[in-house]
């Protein structure tokens, strides 16, 4: 990790730090990058006594495939606080990908930016961009790691579902040992990758398995 990465990290983690309370939001329609990563570091600081909540813009709907990742932090955008202490962006290359969370944002006493998209326009008080990272889960764990905060079987549940999903469970090319170093240990924390991979790639609600027999 570059020197000018790191230096953003630690002044990410300096803000969290000194924050009563964490505001995380990621993308409007999120994938499994995004509601990883803002879950995992919505969990860690809540285990590290902070008051956090989750979100993201309308329509506000979580793909059933993720419920496993404790959604009892996700709170509806209406109720995200309007104007918070410190907000953290993950997953999220502009404003505009906020919905109507990018007001809130807008008026955040410091807004951090958690990202790997090469296109991110560098919006935010504390910007921590990586286009070399496979996913934002990445910079999420570095994040959680330099706080000190838990890093408990939910939380690497949570980073480690990120990872598989934008790693192609690690057959895309964005695949290095940096990645796989950090997955190996999340299971050792206690992530389960087999019941990851089933939930996000082979679990299937019954009424889709009908609609596809229908259509067949």
């Avoid at 202490?85 to 993950?90: A, G, K, L, N, S």
């Avoid at 109507?100 to 807004?111: C, D, H, I, Q, V």
């Avoid at 496979?134 to 990120?162: E, I």
Wanted: net charge neutral; proline share 6%; with cysteine.
């Amino acid at each position: 990790m570059k020197q000018a990465i790191r230096g953003s990290i630690r002044r990410a983690a300096e803000a969290l730090a000194a924050a009563g309370e964490v505001a995380v939001a990621c993308h409007i329609s999120p994938d499994g990058d995004a509601l990883g990563s803002a879950l995992g570091l919505v969990h860690a600081a809540r285990a590290a006594g902070k008051g956090a909540v989750a979100s993201f813009g309308s329509p506000f709907a979580v793909p059933a495939q993720y419920g496993f990742l404790g959604l009892d932090p996700l709170v509806p955008p209406k109720e995200f606080p309007a104007a918070p202490e410190v907000m953290v962006v993950v997953d999220v290359a502009s404003p505009d990908r906020l919905g109507e969370l990018a007001g809130p944002a807008s008026r955040a006493g410091t807004l951090v930016v958690l990202d790997h998209h090469g296109t991110n326009s560098g919006f935010g008080h504390i910007v921590v961009l990586d286009p070399a990272a496979a996913a934002t889960a990445q910079l999420v764990y570095h994040l959680v790691r330099r706080l000190a905060w838990p890093l408990d079987r939910q939380v690497a549940t949570a980073l480690l579902t990120g990872i598989v999903s934008d790693t192609g469970r690690f057959g895309y090319s964005s695949t290095d040992g940096a990645v796989l170093r950090i997955a190996a240990r999340l299971v050792d924390a206690g992530a389960r990758p087999d019941q990851i991979g089933q939930r996000v790639y082979e679990w299937l609600p019954f009424g889709y398995l009908q609609v596809s027999a229908a259509v067949l």
